[in-house]
């Protein structure tokens, strides 16, 4: 995530009165949650092209502070000296909902890769070219993905008694993260 920089922001928005923040800000989450688009046109006037880019990034930063923070008081604390910092707290307040929703649905579709299937079996492994009596047993797992961007779904693991006790636990941390976060 970029910082927040109080002088940068304020110099982007020098021309913005407290009516334009607000369409902007309003605008802006419309655009993307895919609801409403934002145009340049109706701020050419405000601001150059190039700096319209940056507008955008640092409210992008200034969404995920408000949205991450856990309380609006803390966030008022990091914006201030921010013009127009009440306005802006106000429209993020408003659209809280609309925010956390579109930083969900973008951490959701980071990955292009899921999971369709998955498939063990387990095999005694006697000897090697190393070992002549080995008597391993190792855990074949085969994982079948759906890849936006690929043809290979298939995925083959081989994993020890160490290697699958890590992989359970772990799927046991996430579980239990799962869990409690859809308890609150």
């Not at 391993?136 to 890849?147: A, F």
Request: charged content about 30%; glycine content about 2%; some cysteine.
């Amino acid at each position: 995530m970029n910082r927040y920089d109080s002088n940068k922001l304020n110099k982007l928005v020098e021309n913005f009165d407290a009516n334009y923040i607000v369409k902007y800000i309003h605008e802006l989450i419309d655009s993307w949650i895919n609801v409403g688009i934002l145009k340049y046109a109706n701020y050419s006037h405000l601001i150059e092209l190039e700096d319209w880019w940056k507008l955008e990034k640092e409210f992008d930063c200034l969404s995920k502070m408000f949205t991450y923070l856990p309380n609006e008081q803390e966030f008022k604390d990091k914006i201030q000296g921010m013009k127009h910092g009440d306005i802006v707290t106000e429209a993020f307040k408003t659209r809280k909902n609309d925010l956390e929703s579109f930083l969900m649905t973008k951490s959701v579709n980071f990955s292009l890769t899921y999971l369709k299937n998955f498939d063990w079996s387990i095999k005694l492994v006697h000897s090697s070219d190393k070992h002549a009596k080995l008597n391993e047993l190792k855990c074949l797992l085969t994982l079948e993905t759906d890849k936006v961007s690929s043809n290979e779904n298939l995925t083959l693991m081989e994993l020890d008694k160490y290697q699958l006790d890590n992989l359970i636990n772990t799927l046991e941390t996430i579980e239990n993260k799962f869990n409690f976060y859809q308890t609150e």
